[in-house]
């Protein structure tokens, strides 16, 4: 069974930067799957922060690109989140999640989630 | 970023059917996906590729599409399946990849 597990950060200061590890269990982070961050803003819908393969090439949400940076752990079968320069904006559940893209594209397994609160 | 839209609540009586819609230019191009997220909890996946049920999804839970609308169908709605449901799909209508999630539809079974 695979499991992903957020940690990081409940609290991170404005300006400062968002850093978060999604750690994956049951699935080797080579395999063929993508790896992908999705946030939910209190009350709000989900939206897509970034994805990337196990080679280390992301792609990120047009919004996000300019303070956003992903990498992966081969090592510590994980892969991590920074996210620059944040503002109360950013204040969301953050989800790991892995992708299935073959000749469709869908979340199969999620992360619990973890809070960060963007304040001083 | 193109978008996908959805109704933001939808009731239905216990045992009857329900249909939550998903519209969005990228659906003419890319397949659907549809997720579950109960409150305080993670979305799960309930639909992929616009209508295969992932193991351990209900068979009440069914989904299609045609052009740009997909849409998600309970059959014999339970207590249980009171919750948000999100589309989701990709899309490269800007010359660029992207993801986009419907803003969500609050299911309510009464």
């Known amino acids: 069974q695979v499991q992903l597990q957020e940690s990081g950060p409940g609290l991170v200061q404005p300006s400062g930067t968002l850093s978060l590890t999604c750690a994956v269990f049951?699935?080797?982070?080579?395999?063929?799957?993508?790896w992908s961050w999705v946030r939910q803003s209190p009350g709000k819908g989900l939206e897509w922060i970034g994805e990337i393969y196990h080679s280390g090439v992301p792609t990120y949400n047009p919004s996000l690109k300019n303070r956003l940076t992903m990498s992966v752990d081969k090592s510590k079968n994980q892969f991590s989140l920074n996210l620059t320069s944040v503002t109360a904006a950013d204040t969301a559940i953050y989800y790991c999640?892995?992708?299935?893209?073959?000749?469709?594209?869908?979340?199969?397994?999620w992360g619990q989630g973890t809070l960060v609160t963007v304040s001083s | 970023s193109s978008e996908l839209t959805q109704d933001p609540a939808v009731s239905v009586v216990l045992g009857q059917t329900v249909t939550i819609t998903c519209q969005g230019d990228?659906?003419?191009?890319?397949?659907a996906s549809w997720y579950q997220q109960k409150p305080g909890q993670a979305p799960v996946l309930v639909i992929y590729?616009?209508?295969n049920r992932p193991s351990g999804i209900p068979d009440r839970f069914s989904g299609s599409s045609s052009g740009n609308t997909a849409s998600l169908t309970i059959t014999g709605a339970q207590a249980d399946d009171e919750a948000d449901y999100f589309c989701n799909s990709r899309d490269t209508s800007n010359n660029h990849l992207d993801v986009v999630f419907g803003g969500g539809t609050k299911l309510t079974v009464l």
């Open positions: 049951g699935d080797p982070i080579s395999s063929h799957h993508w």
């Open positions: 990228s659906l003419r191009s890319y397949s």
């Open positions: 999640a892995r992708i299935v893209w073959t000749a469709h594209y869908y979340f199969d397994y």
């Open positions: 590729a616009n209508n």
